[in-house]
Nanobody, 125 residues
């Protein structure tokens, strides 16, 4: 049974940094796309960042480009999100997701078959 468990969320001030982690279990995901999405109150879940293959391509939403970095460790079946220069508008529940390989549709929620339970990130001004 596949399970994704996120950790690392919390309450920080604007300008601070956080590092989210997601540990996957149940099967190896080295050939899968691993991604982060987020959902703010009253808004749809939105794409944040994706890593399509180990050491391969990474993609970012324009709103986080230059501030967030996604990385993965296939030996640990894990994906990470380093978030720097956090802003109040980054406040959301962040979800880890794993799906089929795609360098085209990585931003679509429908690509992803497995989701974590989410971790709250709150950025105060």
């Amino acid at each position: 049974q596949v399970q994704l468990v996120e950790s690392g969320g919390g309450l920080v001030q604007a300008g601070d940094s956080l590092r989210l982690s997601c540990a996957a279990s149940g099967r190896p995901f080295s050939t899968y796309t691993m991604a982060w999405f987020r959902q703010a109150p009253g808004k749809d879940r939105e794409f944040v960042a994706a890593s399509t293959t180990s050491g391969g391509s990474t993609y970012y939403a324009d709103s986080v480009k230059g501030r967030f970095t996604i990385s993965r460790d296939n030996a640990k079946n894990s994906v990470y999100l380093q978030m720097n220069s956090l802003k109040p508008e980054d406040t959301a529940v962040y979800y880890c997701a794993v799906g089929r390989y795609s360098d085209t549709y990585y931003y679509r929620r429908q690509l992803y078959d497995y989701w974590g339970q989410g971790t709250q990130v709150t950025v105060s001004s």
